[in-house]
């Protein structure tokens, strides 16, 4: 991707957002605002949240979407902790399919395009001019899809756990590479899938996950779900990884 087809954006890369300062204060509730349902095509819709406090179009307030992970993963109030609420409008979706939005886990009209236009109109309904994209994991590429298709209305572009799909990357992931990394994980993700099968784990547990035994699709979702958990991070998170005990998380975060 031509970054410089982005005009004004600023990239901020992995390693100087390594180095900035990181808020580790636990965050207190702030009041959230639940936007009116927005129906972006007959089958799908969400609810964006943001700070209730959220400030006029005049005021000095920086806005910022946060585009999550997965891309099942989900928004979760410990992503605000990436943005000062002092000086930041906070705007976190669910991407279809994801979270909250209706209906879970569905594929239909849900493509990396679909979610462009969702973002777009998101900004427009909250009468955004431009705004700063955030997107981490599978939210740094969509966010770059995003700002491509609208350089326009992007005045920053901050991306951490850069994650672009790929084959290169896939492979290194999912094939070896990370397992040297973390070995007693990869074990887990490894052994669940017959050694005959092995010469590629995507095929294989993508055999499982489409499996019309529900049982098979729950176990494969919640291993593989594991393995991205506990590689999510290079100190891991426990609570985190105890998402994967959870079928319906497991099952939506790798459907998507």
Known sequence: MRLSSLGLIRLLNLNLLLSLPCRTETLKPLPVHTASTLTLFAIHSFSPLFPLSKPNPNSNFVPVVFLHGGPGVGTSPGNRKFFDPTFYR??????????????????????????????????KHLEIPEWQVFGGSWGSTLALAYSQ????????????????????????????????????????????????????????????????DISVQVAAAKIWTKWEMMTAQLVQNKDNILRGEDDKFSLVSISL
């Not at 209706?102 to 679909?114: F, G, I, R, S, V």
């Not at 492979?171 to 669940?192: C, L, N, T």
């Open 90 to 123: 906070i705007i976190l979706f669910d991407q279809r399919g994801a979270g909250k939005s209706t209906p879970h886990a569905c594929l239909e009209q849900n493509t990396t395009w679909d979610l462009v236009e969702d973002i777009e109109k998101l900004r």
């Open 149 to 212: 298709s609208h350089p326009d209305k992007v005045t920053g572009l901050i991306l951490r756990g850069i994650f672009m799909l790929r084959k290169k990357e896939l492979d290194w992931f999912y094939q070896g590479g990370a397992s040297a990394i973390y070995p007693d994980a990869w074990e887990m993700f490894r052994d669940f899938i017959p050694e005959d099968e092995r010469d590629d784990f995507i095929v294989a547990y993508h055999k499982r996950l489409t499996s019309p």
